[in-house]
Nanobody
Framework: QVRLVESGGGLVEPGGSLRLSCAAS????????MRWYRQAPGKERDWVAT????????NYVDSVKGRFAISRDNAKNTVYLQMNNLQPEDTAVYYC????????WGQGTQVTVSS
């Protein structure tokens, strides 16, 4: 079955960096685009970034352009989100996602940006 496991979250000061990872299994990873979403307290889950199955195209929500970078390693069945210059408004639970028929989600990893 499809399984997505996020890791790498934590507490960081404003201006800091984190690298999130999402290990995928249960499907042919290299055939599918992968996405990152985030959900702040009391808000809806919002799309953050998408990477094509071969990494050839990447798209970002405007609020993270120039600060976040999505990447993938198809040999390791893993997608990453490098987050730089983090700000308090980036505080959220971050989820990776694959549309393998229906949407599949991981359990999420908490990112807290605070001084």
């Amino acid at each position: 079955q499809v399984r997505l496991v996020e890791s790498g979250g934590g507490l960081v000061e404003p201006g800091g960096s984190l690298r999130l990872s999402c290990a995928a299994s249960g499907f042919t990873f290299s055939n599918y685009a992968m996405r990152w979403y985030r959900q702040a307290p009391g808000k809806e889950r919002d799309w953050v970034a998408t990477i094509a199955n071969n990494g050839a195209s990447r798209n970002y929500v405007d609020s993270v352009k120039g600060r976040f970078a999505i990447s993938r390693d198809n040999a390791k069945n893993t997608v990453y989100l490098q987050m730089n210059n983090l700000q308090p408004e980036d505080t959220a639970v971050y989820y990776c996602n694959v549309r393998y028929g229906p949407d599949f989600w991981g359990q999420g990893t908490q990112v807290t940006v605070s001084s």
